[in-house]
């Protein structure tokens, strides 16, 4: 068994430096940059919002007219009993299904713009050349499917989580009445053990897809007949994997600690220089004006130094993941040979897209 996760971490570190260092471009750290946040840095969990409205005797004046505090509305009925097409909602509820409909849309044409930049960060890596628009229009056909297939897993991950906590429940009903300690903290321990389960198993099939993809794209098959070949492989090889995703774990670990030392240094700087700017500001300011208008006219500095902040940590970004994807595409090179994939530093192919964004 050779050991392709731990050789993939040079390989790794010399595509990084050529790719990023070799030369430096900044426009190409920007794309890259630009691909990494709509690819992860975009979250799509969108939480319900809650309402402190409460309804009162005059509420119900302006949804039924002529209704009092001291009278009920009659309910509609028919002849055949109750008929809900005479009832009248509250227009709050309409704004709050409106919302959540707005919302869900949105989640769904990010988790779609983050699956085709899944295509798009890879073939970006693998040429070493990143043309953001010629990429994703050649991957929306593939970043579709990708988006159904997690839909789909995600479904079959609901059910399961569904399924599971089932006997807890119906176990936690017959003990309603009667309350007993162990029947609480059993029933904590296998909510626990089942997120963990659920946590692994979804873990290992994400990985599974993320080998996949760059097999889907240089093998030109589906994204699902390229799981088959990457699952296929795993089962003659599973003892690669394990040591790769061992790896992997321990390579995020690092890459994560490094990170946060480096933002929290950059903050500080950051935090410094614009603490000493602003006060310059406000005390030239503070000379011609006074009151809110001091600070309205401060407002604009600090957004832009917000904005300075928020792009360049984006750029920080960039070597991190572009390592960690790196890692990926190296190990698959070495384990799954049959897939192909033309890195730049193997093969010196002709540029197919327009020198273009």
Do not use: C
């Not at 009920?72 to 009832?87: R, W, Y």
């Not at 993809?213 to 994204?223: A, D, K, M, N």
């Amino acid at each position: 068994m050779g050991w392709y996760s731990i050789d993939a971490v040079d390989r790794a570190f010399s595509r990084t430096r050529k790719a990023l260092f070799e030369p430096f471009d900044f426009w190409k750290w920007a794309k890259l940059a630009l691909i990494i946040f709509l690819l992860g840095g975009v979250s799509s969990n969108y939480g319900g919002s809650g309402t402190n409205y409460r309804m009162s005797s005059e509420d119900f004046g302006d949804t039924y007219p002529g209704i009092g505090p001291d009278r009920m509305p009659e309910l509609p009925f028919d002849a055949n009993g109750f008929d809900p097409a005479q009832m009248q909602f509250p227009e709050i509820a309409g704004f709050l299904i409106a919302g959540i409909v707005i919302l869900l849309l949105i989640a769904l044409f990010f988790s779609y713009v983050s699956s085709v930049m899944e295509f798009v960060f890879v073939e970006a890596l693998v040429r070493n050349e990143v043309y953001f628009w010629a990429y994703s229009r050649k991957f929306l056909n593939k970043g579709f499917y990708l988006l159904l297939i997690r839909f789909a897993l995600g479904l079959v991950f609901l059910v399961l989580f569904g399924i599971a906590l089932l006997p807890l429940f119906l176990r936690m009903l017959e003990s309603s009445q009667d309350f007993s300690w162990p029947v609480l903290v059993g029933g904590i321990f296998w909510f626990i053990g089942v997120i963990a389960v659920l946590a692994l198993l979804g873990s290992a099939i994400n990985s599974f897809l993320g080998l996949a993809i760059p097999v889907s794209i240089y093998r030109e098959t589906g994204i699902l007949s390229a799981f088959k070949l990457v699952f296929g492989n795993f089962r003659k090889s599973w003892q690669e994997v394990l040591v790769y995703w061992i790896v992997r774990f321990v390579l995020g670990i690092g890459v994560a600690i490094l990170a946060v030392i480096l933002v929290v240094l950059l903050m500080l700087a950051f935090g410094l220089v614009f603490l000493i700017l602003d006060g310059v500001l406000y005390f030239l300011f503070s000379a011609f004006l006074s009151g809110p208008l001091l600070w309205v006219l401060l407002i604009p500095f600090v957004l832009v130094e917000l904005l300075l902040v928020f792009i360049v940590l984006l750029l920080l970004n960039v070597p991190f993941a572009t390592f960690i994807k790196y890692h990926m595409l190296s190990f698959l090179d070495m384990w799954y040979a049959e897939a192909g994939i033309p890195f730049f530093d193997k093969l010196s192919v002709e540029p197919e897209y327009e020198n273009s964004f």
